[in-house]
């Protein structure tokens, strides 16, 4: 677990690695071209993440390899599970907000239940901490519990992805998120959008190389969640006159607990 340079956030948490992308599977993933994790898994960490060849992880009485199964185990962005990472968590001495599984995609149709489990156990165990997970496949989340210490995002790249919206806010999770990130057109260019049950809207630009969102598409979102009241994060990348780093305040948090 390492401190890290996402503004909102403290330590990233990686016990799972690699990502298929949305609609991938083992046999032909489909990733997302502006993701930086990939980048940097053909990059610096290709040596380190190829030398987890998928040894078998003892949980209990049961056993599970830490590569997916049918993944490929010479690609490095290939889902692997990393059961030496899993009790970093307990070693923080102080709250922390922790994201989990920047470098993953941790709900995917090819993670195995046992990786999930393990993750969600750990955060039921430390109710002090605050985790954040981030998802693109909500539709595979609804049926999971989460601790109140659990804060549930998904992202939000354009207007195309906003049933990812509409299922998260079916989630069971009492803080619920969402990360514009990388903002790439016009997301609330339709009608009838609701951020009904939504607490926290992140606002971020694509990287290497980088493309900044047009002002009208982060006005547009700033103004709707003004109206609701949701706090906003404007990432330091987008380069933003004002700044603008809120958080789900304790006044959100004392409200959730009393409903």
């Not at 920047?102 to 090819?110: K, L, R």
Request: hydrophobic fraction near 35%; proline fraction near 9%.
């Amino acid at each position: 677990m390492n401190r890290t340079k996402i503004e909102w956030t403290d330590y990233s948490w990686s016990p799972i690695s690699g990502c298929l992308g949305p609609n991938g599977t083992p046999s032909k993933p489909k990733r997302c071209p502006y993701c930086y994790a990939h980048r940097l898994a053909r990059g610096r960490l290709k040596n380190l993440y190829l030398s987890n060849l998928g040894e078998v992880s003892a949980k209990s009485d049961q056993l599970f390899e830490n590569v997916i199964p049918g993944g490929d185990p010479n690609d490095p962005f290939t889902p692997r599970y990393w059961p030496d990472r899993a009790i970093e968590p307990y070693k923080l001495k102080k709250p922390s907000k922790i994201f989990i599984c920047s470098m993953a995609e941790m709900f995917g149709n090819y993670i195995p239940l046992d990786w999930i489990d393990n993750i969600l156990d750990t955060c039921h165990e430390l109710p002090e901490q605050t985790f954040q997970i981030l998802t693109k496949t909500p539709e595979n989340v609804r049926h999971f519990a989460f601790p109140d210490n659990v804060w549930l995002g998904v992202t939000v790249t354009s207007f195309l992805d906003w049933l990812r919206v509409c299922l998260l806010q079916s989630c069971q999770a009492k803080i619920k998120f969402i990360s514009f990130e990388p903002l790439l057109d016009d997301a609330l260019d339709t009608t009838n959008i609701s951020l009904v049950g939504i607490d926290w809207v992140i606002i971020g630009a694509q990287t290497q190389p980088t493309l900044l969102p047009k002002p009208d598409w982060v006005y547009r979102i700033i103004d709707k969640a003004r109206k609701e009241g949701i706090p906003v994060f404007l990432k330091d990348n987008l380069h933003w006159p004002e700044r603008i780093q809120e958080f789900p305040s304790k006044l959100t948090l004392c409200r959730k607990e009393e409903a």
